[in-house]
């Protein structure tokens, strides 16, 4: 059997792999690391418990740093996992530095790196996400897109062998689990104990460096819109924003947000497909808003998912109050303008899979 090492380390990285490491078991053997990226119970065990996915064969413990610390560490104990056991292949996921760290450790060993969310770009070289997607990119053998786009960039930058798109693995995770939560007994209370109704509250994430390095005054400015919103914001809150958006609320007093801890997967699906509209500076989320057909507003300047600009179910917003109200209040999707299947046909994993165990280069 194939033995793929796969590395894992933050929150979106758990939904991603839940898929992908289900079409594999039984086919290959899968080694899965855990860098310890991400370490809170709502950040990482609450993943793994609900989406099934086995426990990780190693956890790093890395935790939170600055980048090179972070990164650095993860580089030399990925290395040792990779000396003891001898995979294969490869695999990681999206744009976080422990997808670059897995990636580097991987290449300099010379094992095959398959690179799950190629081709993905902002063309902000200032993102830390953009250097890792790149760097990956050039270091990967197998390079799975999500859509066209992704496809066309790698191709600008010369990358055009083991380039294939077997679609977005979000989009099997959305339809897979999104059936499961809708059809769950135990999660039908779930937004009514939030004092939530369906299509009367929007729903807002932030997290990303651009919205959290402006401090307080940023999220400020961002509150400062969602508060003229007519119907209440509900905020499940990353743990990097919270003392931010714990001190703009005391300090501007606002009214209509609705802070709340981070929530597992399940819960974020039923919370999306049952907005009236998402504002968010997430990557997984604008997707997820576009997959439910929930209009979203992405609180950034570019996006790397242009796909879902197509007829204003997604509008991107600078962080400034006014321009965050004008977007959400008057853009109106236009239900003509949606694509078929953009991302794929929700079987990206199954042909992941059977492309990695196959061992060819496609
Ligand atoms: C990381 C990724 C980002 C991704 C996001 C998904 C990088 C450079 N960034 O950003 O691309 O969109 O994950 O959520 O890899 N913290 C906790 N508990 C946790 C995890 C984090 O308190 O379980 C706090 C710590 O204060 C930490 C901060 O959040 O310093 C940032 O965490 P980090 O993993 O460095 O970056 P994210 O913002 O989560
Ligand atoms: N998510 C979640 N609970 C939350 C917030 C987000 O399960 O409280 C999910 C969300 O549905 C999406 C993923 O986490 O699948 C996105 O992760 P995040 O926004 O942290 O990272 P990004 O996608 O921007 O890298």
Request: charged share 25%; net charge negative; aromatic share 6%.
């Amino acid at each position: 059997m194939v033995k793929i090492l796969t590395v894992v380390g933050a929150r979106p990285q758990f939904i991603k792999a839940s898929v992908v490491s289900a079409a594999l078991r039984g086919r290959a053997r899968e080694i899965l690391v855990h860098t310890g990226q991400h370490y809170d119970k709502n950040m990482s065990d609450i993943f793994f418990e609900e989406l099934r996915i086995p426990k990780p064969a190693y956890n790093l413990g890395v935790g939170s740093g600055t980048h090179g610390r972070q990164t650095g560490e993860m580089l030399a104990k990925i290395e040792e996992v990779l000396l003891d056991e001898k995979p294969d292949q490869m695999l990681v996921y999206g744009d976080t530095n422990s997808t670059l760290a897995g990636a580097l450790a991987a290449a300099k060993l010379h094992i095959p790196v398959a690179h799950v969310e190629a081709g993905l770009r902002s063309y902000n070289r200032r993102m830390p996400e953009e250097q890792n997607r790149v760097l990956t990119d050039h270091l990967s053998d197998w390079l799975f897109c999500p859509t066209q786009t992704a496809v066309e960039n790698l191709s600008k930058e010369g990358l055009r062998e083991g380039v294939s798109k077997p679609g977005d693995v979000m989009y099997d995770a959305v339809l897979h689990f999104s059936k499961l939560a809708a059809e769950d007994p135990a999660r039908q209370d779930f937004l009514p104990a939030l004092g939530l109704e369906p299509k009367g509250y929007r729903l807002a994430t932030l997290h990303r460096a651009e919205t959290t390095d402006g401090g307080v005054p940023a999220i400020t400015r961002i509150f400062a819109a969602f508060e003229q919103l007519p119907e209440p914001v509900a905020i499940p809150i990353h743990p990097r924003t919270r003392r931010l958006a714990e001190e703009a609320l005391r300090r501007g007093g606002f009214r209509n947000i609705r802070l709340m801890d981070p929530v597992g997967y399940l819960e974020m699906l039923l919370l999306t497909a049952n907005a009236k509209q998402v504002l968010t500076d997430s990557g997984g989320l604008q997707k997820e808003a576009w997959f439910l057909e929930t209009p979203c507003v992405t609180l950034r300047s570019e996006t790397e998912w242009v796909e879902t600009l197509e007829g204003g179910w997604n509008v991107l917003a600078r962080l400034e109050t006014e321009d965050i109200l004008e977007k959400a209040l008057h853009t109106q999707p236009d239900p003509a303008a949606r694509r078929r299947s953009p991302f794929g046909d929700g079987d990206a994993s199954g042909k992941i899979a059977d492309t990695l165990l196959s061992g060819r280069k496609p």
